[in-house]
Nanobody
């Protein structure tokens, strides 16, 4: 069975840093490949935080540019989100987003369970 293991969330003061990890394990038929991070604050819609393409190109939400960095370890099928200079408005559940593939063909998306990030003033 495919798995996304997210870690790194927690409580941090404003100005602090956290690093999120999302490690993917593919199944025997379905492959799963992490591609980015989204977040959802209470009462708000889920929003894009950062994406990374297979070629290494990155995209960031305007609100996190210059503070967050997404990266990938292809050998481990793992992506990371380094979050610096955290602000209270960064408080949210952060979700790892992945693509599901069968023999190289995308068949859909897959979401991690989410990891809570709380930034205090």
């Amino acid at each position: 069975q495919v798995q996304l293991v997210e870690s790194g969330g927690g409580l941090v003061q404003a100005g602090g840093s956290l690093r999120l990890s999302c490690a993917a394990t593919s199944g025997s038929i379905v492959a799963i490949n992490p591609k980015g991070w989204y977040r959802q604050a209470p009462g708000r819609q889920r929003e894009l935080v950062a994406l990374i393409t297979s070629g290494g190109s990155t995209n960031y939400a305007d609100s996190v540019k210059g503070r967050f960095t997404i990266s990938r370890d292809s050998a481990k099928n793992t992506i990371y989100l380094q979050m610096n200079n955290l602000k209270p408005e960064d408080t949210a559940v952060y979700y790892c987003a992945a693509e599901r593939r069968v023999t190289g063909t995308k068949i859909g998306d897959y979401w991690g369970q989410g990891t809570q990030v709380n930034v205090s003033s």
